[in-house]
């Protein structure tokens, strides 16, 4: 498994490192699904900071994982996206609506475990 | 400089000039006394003046006489409307506005008339020749100075255009996770790119959670600005930050409802105080920063 | 004389490679920060849809140096073409599940952007971005 998740007390958080394939995200999905039923977690993080770009296609991928993984009892938190690839998403007319976003790491976990944002 | 014509009337007037300076020169200190007190009740030109010194003033005064004597007798016309082009772009640096300095023009016109009505009093040929070189003087010195204000006005404007969009986009971190963006003038498509980049980056660096963009000091409002303000909480928001856009004038809420904006696309409040609090009410976490915008506020 | 490189698409890792090229190509035309990243966007939609609805084309990437920098990118393809090119331009238009938002949303992130399709003959696409400068 190309991405590297870890499990943090109720929570788990996957960092994308780089592009993902078509099956390498289909790969993720499949994983954090099963994860999610094994230890009955209740959020996850996924963090896109190291993606320099998030086009339609990555875009409606993070979108069907969290759909999976909200059909499987756990709510997605995507962090980190860079400033430069908000724009190009904004621009572009994609968003990640339904999704919650945080800033970074921190946030995204403070997200979930509050139900709102940190203070 | 003048023109070709200019130069033409000036040289058809020979005579007049040097009747016209026969009177002059005699009441020359006596005018320019005149002047003065014009310039008294004139604040802006009188700022001007009280920053030198009567040695000075006096110099000043002995070089322009000299001048004009050099241009009637000896027809060195060029550097008396050199120094006249160089008044024009002193007064346009000094933020002088057209107003401040005509009447000063029209004040040499009126002066120097008086004298010559005295002085030619019995000899009409030489008071119409005299009247005649005054009215070509005033004019082309007017028309000469008034060139060299124009221009320099219009590079000192461009400057300030160019110093103000240089200046960073001014990005306040008031308290930890907040940020205000007081936008001010007017904004193009790139200075709304420029902006959006640079908050984007504030956000990261002050890692906030809520932003609030006041928009009072933007004089319209277009569907332009609007778009740039959507985009900006749109990509704010990937990034995990609540938008809010204050100062919005009835005039421009009227502008983008007949420009169709989506109310639920932009959280905007009409004062930064009230956007300041929805901010801090994101902040804290109690409400969903965008419901608490949108929700029906009970009457206060 | 303009310097073009070009690349040929047919798999989901040339996809990759095209946006890493164009991005490298658009720093060195001189583009900031946050272009670099609607130009690697753009790239990365044409290029996919050259991988998922024609099965190969090629990628040119060009400087341009017209008086203004600009970087130009030339996405051909031997695929179908588009019946539609109005229709395929509109938000939200799908053949297949997965056409979404590509072309139009790679129109919004570039200064120019012009696309010619034929049925049975393939599709064209010519991208061009300016470097931003400030106005005198």
Same mark, same amino acid.
């Given at each position: 498994?190309?991405v590297p998740i870890l499990k943090q007390g109720p929570f788990l958080i996957a960092t994308i490192?780089?592009?993902?394939?078509?099956? &390498?995200?289909?790969?993720?999905?499949? &994983?954090?699904?099963?994860? #999610?039923?094994? %230890?009955?977690?209740?959020?996850? @993080?996924?963090?896109?900071?190291?993606?320099? @770009?998030?086009?339609?296609?990555?875009?409606?991928?993070?979108?069907?994982?969290?759909? #999976?993984? %909200?059909?499987?009892?756990?709510?997605? #938190?995507?962090?980190?996206?860079?400033?430069?690839?908000?724009?190009?998403? #904004?621009?572009?007319?994609?968003?990640?609506?339904?999704?919650?976003?945080?800033?970074?790491? &921190?946030?995204?976990?403070?997200?979930?475990?509050?139900?709102?944002?940190?203070? | 400089?003048?023109?070709?014509?200019?130069?033409?009337?000036?040289?058809?007037?020979?005579?007049?000039?040097?009747a016209l300076w026969a009177v002059y020169d005699q009441h020359y200190d006596d005018v320019i006394?005149? +002047?003065?007190?014009?310039?008294?009740? !004139?604040? =802006?030109?009188?700022?001007?003046?009280?920053?030198?010194?009567?040695?000075? !003033?006096?110099?000043?005064?002995?070089?322009? /006489?000299?001048?004009?004597?050099?241009?009637?007798?000896?027809?060195?016309?060029?550097? *008396?409307?050199?120094?006249? /082009?160089?008044?024009?772009?002193?007064?346009?640096?000094?933020?002088?506005?057209?107003?401040?300095?005509?009447?000063?023009?029209?004040?040499?016109?009126?002066?120097?008339?008086?004298? +010559?009505?005295?002085?030619?009093?019995?000899?009409?040929?030489?008071?119409r020749q005299s009247l005649a070189a005054l009215n070509t003087l005033g004019d082309v010195a007017?028309?000469?100075?008034?060139?060299? *204000?124009?221009?320099? /006005?219009?590079?000192?404007?461009?400057?300030?255009?160019?110093?103000?969009? =240089?200046?960073?986009?001014?990005?306040?971190?008031?308290?930890?996770?907040?940020?205000?963006?007081?936008?001010?003038?007017?904004?193009?498509?790139?200075?709304?790119?420029?902006?959006? =980049?640079? +908050?984007?980056?504030?956000?990261?660096?002050?890692?906030?959670?809520?932003?609030?963009?006041?928009?009072?000091?933007?004089?319209?409002?277009?569907?332009?600005?609007?778009?740039?303000?959507?985009?900006?909480?749109?990509?704010?928001?990937?990034?995990?930050?609540?938008?809010?856009?204050?100062?919005?004038?009835?005039?421009?809420? !009227?502008?983008?409802?007949?420009?169709?904006?989506?109310?639920?696309?932009?959280?905007?409040?009409?004062? +930064?105080?009230?956007?300041? =609090? *929805?901010?801090?009410?994101?902040?804290?976490?109690?409400?969903?920063?965008?419901?608490?915008?949108?929700?029906?506020?009970?009457?206060? | 004389?303009?310097?073009?490189?070009?690349?040929?698409?047919?798999?989901?890792?040339?996809?990759?490679?095209?946006?890493?090229?164009?991005?490298?190509?658009?720093?060195?035309?001189?583009?900031?920060?946050?272009?670099?990243?609607?130009?690697?966007?753009?790239?990365?939609?044409?290029?996919?849809?050259?991988?998922?609805?024609?099965?190969?084309?090629?990628?040119?990437?060009?400087?341009?140096?017209?008086?203004?920098?600009?970087?130009?990118?030339?996405?051909?393809?031997?695929?179908?073409?588009?019946?539609?090119?109005?229709?395929?331009?509109?938000?939200?238009?799908?053949?297949?599940?997965?056409?979404?938002?590509?072309?139009?949303?790679?129109?919004?992130?570039?200064?120019?952007?012009?696309?010619?399709?034929?049925?049975?003959?393939?599709?064209?696409?010519?991208?061009?971005?300016?470097?931003?400068?400030?106005?005198?």
């Open positions: 498994m190309s490192q780089a592009a993902l394939s078509d099956a &390498e995200l289909q790969a993720l999905q499949d &994983e954090l699904s099963e994860r #999610v039923g094994r %230890h009955r977690t209740r959020g996850v @993080v996924i963090d896109v900071g190291a993606m320099d @770009v998030l086009d339609s296609f990555a875009t409606r991928s993070l979108r069907v994982i969290a759909d #999976v993984l %909200h059909l499987r009892g756990a709510k997605t #938190v995507i962090v980190g996206v860079q400033p430069g690839v908000a724009f190009a998403m #904004v621009r572009m007319g994609l968003n990640l609506q339904g999704l919650s976003t945080s800033l970074d790491l &921190e946030g995204g976990l403070a997200l979930l475990s509050n139900g709102h944002r940190s203070s | 400089m003048p023109d070709q014509a200019s130069r033409a009337r000036i040289a058809e007037q020979e005579e007049g000039f040097k006394n005149q +002047l003065m007190q014009r310039v008294a009740a !004139l604040p =802006e030109l009188a700022a001007l003046l009280s920053a030198m010194s009567p040695e000075e !003033l006096a110099a000043q005064r002995d070089r322009g /006489k000299e001048r004009l004597r050099s241009a009637i007798e000896e027809g060195h016309w060029d550097d *008396y409307f050199a120094a006249s /082009k160089a008044d024009g772009a002193k007064y346009a640096r000094a933020g002088l506005s057209f107003t401040a300095w005509t009447p000063l023009l029209f004040e040499f016109r009126i002066a120097v008339t008086e004298r +010559l009505l005295e002085a030619y009093r019995d000899e009409p040929e030489s008071l007017f028309a000469v100075l008034g060139q060299a *204000y124009l221009e320099e /006005k219009e590079r000192v404007i461009d400057d300030q255009h160019s110093a103000i969009r =240089e200046l960073a986009t001014p990005i306040l971190s008031v308290r930890p996770g907040l940020l205000i963006l007081p936008l001010i003038g007017v904004i193009d498509s790139q200075r709304a790119a420029q902006i959006t =980049e640079d +908050l984007l980056q504030g956000i990261v660096e002050h890692r906030a959670r809520a932003v609030v963009i006041d928009i009072t000091g933007v004089p319209a409002v277009d569907s332009m600005v609007a778009n740039h303000l959507i985009q900006t909480a749109e990509a704010a928001g990937l990034m995990g930050a609540e938008v809010f856009v204050s100062g919005v004038s009835t005039a421009n809420a !009227l502008t983008l409802v007949r420009i169709g904006l989506d109310p639920r696309r932009l959280n905007t409040v009409g004062d +930064l105080q009230s956007a300041i =609090e *929805y901010a801090d009410r994101v902040l804290l976490g109690d409400l969903n920063g965008h419901a608490a915008a949108t929700a029906a506020e009970p009457a206060r | 004389m303009t310097t073009t490189t070009t690349l040929s698409v047919r798999l989901e890792s040339d996809i990759l490679a095209a946006r890493q090229h164009g991005r490298e190509v658009a720093e060195q035309v001189g583009f900031g920060g946050s272009d670099l990243a609607l130009i690697a966007t753009a790239i990365s939609e044409v290029a996919r849809n050259i991988v998922v609805h024609a099965g190969g084309g090629a990628i040119l990437i060009s400087e341009l140096a017209d008086g203004r920098a600009g970087i130009e990118i030339v996405a051909r393809d031997d695929g179908p073409g588009i019946l539609d090119v109005d229709l395929a331009m509109q938000d939200g238009y799908s053949t297949v599940a997965s056409l979404g938002l590509g072309l139009p949303g790679a129109r919004r992130l570039m200064d120019e952007f012009t696309i010619e399709s034929q049925e049975g003959h393939g599709t064209t696409v010519v991208m061009r971005k300016w470097v931003r400068t400030q106005p005198v």
